[in-house]
């Protein structure tokens, strides 16, 4: 008998505590860890990664030397760190359409 109450315990504990973890999920929290999960399944890919629009000086025949080049990349990682971030955060405040035009920003930069 105290085993089927012990099992009955553990179920009840874990039903509950899947329904605090769907409470405290926002409108968007599925849709991030899709995302997050697609870029670290594109890890191998050579192809995959930061992305922006070529420069207008790229286009008249500036040719880029590695120290702007690293340091673009490194401007491209913290506009798309923050707009993450800022995802996540209007993700935490309920705010649906904030956060999925965040996310979509975001998704934009990313090639996968």
Request: glycine share 6%; proline share 5%; aromatic share 4%.
């Amino acid at each position: 008998m105290p085993r089927i109450r012990t099992a009955t315990l553990a179920i009840v504990c874990a039903l509950a505590c899947m329904n605090i973890a769907a409470a405290q999920a926002g409108p968007c929290s599925a849709d991030i860890a899709q995302f997050e999960q697609a870029i670290r399944n594109s890890a191998g890919n050579p192809f995959a990664g930061l992305t922006a629009p070529q420069s207008v000086r790229a286009q008249i025949g500036w040719q880029p030397t590695p120290e702007s080049m690293k340091k673009e990349q490194a401007n491209l990682k913290a506009r798309f760190s923050a707009l993450m971030a800022r995802a996540k955060r209007l993700d935490a405040k309920g705010d649906a359409k904030g956060c999925s035009a965040a996310l979509n920003q975001a998704k934009r930069m990313y090639i996968i």
